[in-house]
């Protein structure tokens, strides 16, 4: 089969509507807004505490999410397999090879990334913006809300960040879902999979799917990067 | 006349340095202080101090039976007390929203938000600015609006930190106008300048920062 034939092939999945293809696509959103939902509030709320505060060691812990925003998603995969596998300590909640097992994986491997952002967009921020609010007579929940709402568009192009993470990612899917037909099977892991049988047109229909998704991240982020700038 | 508010001392150092050593000072309502002093005298230090925004060394501040020290500023205080900036901050949001922010802070009822909020907004002049993003609005623009703000507020003591500073004449006259309304019955106002015709202000008191210390 020639490139140009298995391109073909996909195409003509996609617009017919290949129950499995959409099946594989529907997994993969489900699991990383899964993860991300579960992952945005504890990550902004981190990054915002370590952004607002001083305490002995902030510095080791930016560096630290810093560091964690380039860790290998397989290493997040391995340790996690080894935490739920039947002889792990997390063994008895029967994890493995789940969507929730991917969920976690995701959301951990999501967390540095909405951190990192959130941290930098309160470090950034005005320090006339929270001196006002508490000065207009919000207390320390409040003028943090306001502070988030303010450097609203940085948060998000986290999230979008996070979500273009997650959503391409391969290691930890694999490992700890086991890239089951049908319940764990995602764009990436279905991508490899189906490579390897040599199932090209499936592959690049699914490829195709991955990069209208990359191309939807980077155009709301341009967006949300021009409404971001400093006014 | 009597004091409205009392501050027995305010003191910050910093790296050894004095920034600030205030004593024996009162407020009587309606009073309008023009704080002067050079230029890292400690203006902003002392008004952000009052308004619980800066953490000082020493303070002890009595107001309508609060009291503020340096282990811990009441937040009924910071509803009385409110400071605005020099170049005022305007929330990302429309300017109707920024003024009504103070008030949905009291949780007060919907109707009263909107009636004080009109009349901030009609007391400032700024109803001609309402579908103007707060980032587009001039410097004296923003005063007015972050005036307008703190006035729906109704706050007792209000303190401003040179309100005039890089305005032209027309918005200097504008926002000098605004602050001698505001300097009124149970009210008072310390305004921070170096504004000449704010400081020659008919009915002021002068109080003046030398070194961190105050010569009223």
Known sequence: MTLLDATQQAFARLFAGDAELWRIVWISLK???????????FAVALGFWVASNRFPGRRLVIVLLQGLLSFPTVVVGLILYLLFSRSGPLGPW???FTQDAMIIGQAIIAFPVLSAFT???IHGADPRLRETA??????KLRSALTSLHEVRFAVIAGVLNGFGRVISEVGCSMMVGGNIAGFTRNIPTAIALETSKGDFAQGIALGVVLMVFALVVTALLAVVQTESVPR | MSALVSIAEAAKSHAGKILLDVGALTLAAGDLIVLTGDNGSGKTTFLKMLAGLEEPDRLRLRFDGLEATQHGYPRELR????????HPYLFNTSIAENIRYGLRLRNLPEEVCARRTAE????AGVGHL?????????????QRVALARVKALEPRVLLVDEPTANLDAPARAQVIDLLRKTATGENCVIVACHDRELVELEGARRWHLVDGKIEA
């Open chain 1, 94 to 96: 029967h994890l493995l």
């Open chain 2, 79 to 86: 509803r009385l007390i409110v400071y605005v900036h020099q």
């Open chain 1, 119 to 121: 941290l930098a967009a």
């Open chain 2, 120 to 123: 901030a907004i009609a007391w």
């Open chain 1, 31 to 41: 699991v990383s807004v899964s993860a991300l939902l579960l992952a945005t509030p």
């Open chain 2, 130 to 142: 309402l579908g103007v993003e707060p980032r587009k609005l001039s410097g004296g623009e923003k």
């Open chain 1, 134 to 139: 508490v000065s207009l007579g919000a207390g």
